[in-house]
């Protein structure tokens, strides 16, 4: 059970973030909104404006009272987001407004490949050579690795940690009563390593391995992840991991899917259950699709159109229970959590 102090504690640093992040977001919105469509009727506007400020807020506030409640039962340590001191968030929040207007100008060219180059070609795949988001470098750079958590979490408006937590409750239901010490863990496109840090604040005895394509990311996740032993850093694609079958009793994934065309999805669904033992536990997280939460389709169908995220649409009809079922997952559990949707799956 929590302490009083804790629920204080949290609730103030949940809402200092989502203030913060909200303002950041605010604040740019003039940058990154696309013109309406002209000649639009009353019903398409209201359909294309969403669910408005007030039913987000009641959303994220469900969000924030579910991660408090899974720390209460213990599930997960109480959360605490590392976002780094003053100095950071202020040197962060700097060049994220200095890079806005950049991104703007990029969109309004439709540059959206300024990163591809026939060298980059020969190692990497060329879904992977976009400036997603519009944002300066790619997933390529140091530049862009150190500044993407700022800009996730100013697009979630703060609340990008709270989802992830939510995939260490199915790990930690399945490794209970399971000496953890026995156990690893592989995360797909890890990214910064924001996920593996809870991971190893929630289960430190448990072997990870995170991998990702781009190694400057992932240079940022060992930054990141620098108190924490027990963590290999591989980098791999999704859809060739340099694993063994049956290597991994759990295998998570976060906000992948939607960035990598259709036929990759399905070889990467693959992957996961090549690698994972049997009754191994895949946990995989993305973005809500269209008609799981019918009042934010709009936001989600606005999504592609004022970033550059070229399979976004695609990812939105996805039928992600045939995915993994073809890929000799069974499909367990498929939930919204706020703007993401969590899949829990077992390899047969």
């Known amino acids: 059970m929590l302490r009083p102090i804790d629920r204080v504690d949290y609730t103030m640093r949940q809402m200092a973030r989502v203030g913060w992040y909200l303002g950041h977001y605010f604040a740019s919105q003039r940058f990154r909104e696309a013109p309406a469509p002209e000649a639009e009727t009353e019903q398409e506007t209201s359909r294309r404006s969403g669910p408005g400020l007030a039913r987000i807020l009641e959303a994220m506030g469900a969000l924030f009272a579910r991660d408090l409640a899974n720390a209460d039962r213990g ?11 003053l100095a950071t968030l202020i040197r962060r929040s700097r060049r994220y407004f200095a890079d806005l207007p950049v991104a703007a100008e990029r969109k309004s060219q ?5 990163v591809y180059s026939p060298e980059l070609a020969e190692d990497l795949p060329a879904y992977f050579l976009q400036n997603f988001h519009f944002q300066t470098g790619g997933y390529l750079t140091e530049e862009s690795a150190e500044l993407y958590d700022m800009q996730v979490e100013v697009l979630f408006s703060g609340t990008a940690n709270a989802m992830r937590r939510q995939c260490l409750v199915p790990i930690a239901e399945y490794m209970s ?3 953890q010490r026995k156990l690893n863990l592989l995360d797909v496109a890890c990214g910064t390593g924001r996920f593996v840090r809870f991971v190893k604040q929630a289960f430190p005895r448990l072997a990870v391995t995170a991998s990702d394509l781009s190694a400057a990311y992932l ?13 290999d850093y591989k980098v791999a694609k999704a859809e060739s991991l340099p694993f063994a079958d049956g290597s991994f ?7 992948l899917f939607h960035e990598v065309p259709p036929p990759v999805r399905r070889e990467i669904a693959r992957e996961f259950a090549r690698v994972l033992k049997p009754g191994g536990l895949l946990v995989f997280m993305d973005s809500l699709q269209t008609g799981d939460t019918p009042e934010f389709d709009a936001m989600l169908e606005s999504f592609p159109a004022n ?13 992600l229970r045939r995915i993994f079922t073809e890929a000799g997952l069974q499909v367990i ?12 799956a077992i390899k047969h």
């Open 75 to 85: 599930l997960y340590p109480p959360p605490r987001d590392h976002d780094g001191n």
């Open 110 to 114: 439709g540059r959206g490949t300024e």
């Open 177 to 179: 009563g399971k000496d």
């Open 219 to 231: 240079e940022e996740a060992r930054a990141h992840l620098k108190p924490y032993r027990g963590i």
């Open 249 to 255: 009793d759990i295998v998570t994934s976060i906000y």
């Open 307 to 319: 970033f550059h995220e070229p399979f976004y649409r695609s990812y939105l009809g996805e039928n």
């Open 333 to 344: 559990d498929t939930e919204p959590v706020f703007l993401s949707k969590r899949v829990v």
